[in-house]
């Protein structure tokens, strides 16, 4: 199978902290990672769409400078809350897929980012 | 403008029944669909996929229906089981778009024993 490991599962930190969350595949090559957010009995908000080796795509309303996005190699993907705030407390999520357009994606488990 | 429409937000099934989750769509350029199953706590994971090509995809007691004039797309799953349980999201992409897809709000699927 595919495994996408999100690390951690669950952050909780004072406001103004920058959070790190990593997303890796495990066994096999992501070529597209994707990082979500999703709100209480919500769907998944697509926030970036990152690249290997390239910078990331951002949906619009998603800014860039908080949410920094590093797609260093095939298997790791990076999102980077900055100067994080109460109202940015939310469940984020990364996927990965391989390379094709009808490739499904592959989920991590997602990270609990709770800012007091 | 929602794109991906599951106005199920629910469903209850008995336990060896058929289980119907219904997903609509507007884009008419997507052509590639897919279904995913989440627990609680836990991320999607993939579960069935249709290209826009078929109206039919079978995979175990998964089957996915695709109407592309209806632009509506079905998953059965037959027999429901207990496990089953879980939130059924539909998701749509098209081939022109970096491979990102558009999620439906899900629908959250009881099967009870």
């Known amino acids: 199978g595919a495994v996408v490991s999100q690390h951690p599962s669950r952050v909780i930190c004072k406001s103004g902290t920058s959070v790190k969350i990593e997303c890796r595949s495990l066994d096999f090559q992501a070529t597209t990672m994707f990082w979500y957010r999703q709100f209480p009995k919500q769907s998944l908000m697509l926030m970036a769409t990152s690249n290997e080796g390239s910078k990331a795509t951002y949906e619009q309303g998603v800014e860039k400078d908080k949410f920094l996005i590093n797609h260093a190699s095939l298997t790791l993907s990076t999102l980077t809350v900055t100067s994080a705030h109460p109202e940015d407390s939310s469940f984020y999520i990364c996927?990965?897929?391989?390379?094709?357009?009808?490739?499904?994606?592959?989920f991590g488990d997602g990270t609990r980012l709770s800012i007091l | 403008d929602q794109q991906v429409k599951q106005n199920s937000p629910s469903l209850s099934v008995q336990e060896g029944r058929i289980s119907i989750l219904n997903c609509d769509y507007t884009n008419s350029m997507f052509d590639y669909f897919l279904w995913y199953k989440k627990y609680p706590a836990e991320g999607p994971t993939f579960l069935i996929s249709?290209?826009?090509?078929?109206d039919k995809n079978e995979d175990g007691r998964f089957t996915v229906f695709l109407n592309k004039s209806a632009k509506h797309l079905s998953l059965h799953i037959v027999p429901s089981q207990p496990g089953d349980s879980a939130v059924y999201f539909c998701?749509?992409?098209?081939?022109?778009?970096?491979?990102?897809?558009?999620f439906g709000d899900g629908t959250t699927l009881t099967v009870k024993p």
């Open positions: 249709i290209s826009s090509i078929k």
């Open positions: 998701a749509a992409s098209e081939d022109t778009n970096a491979g990102k897809s558009t």
């Open positions: 996927s990965a897929k391989r390379l094709g357009w009808n490739q499904p994606q592959h």
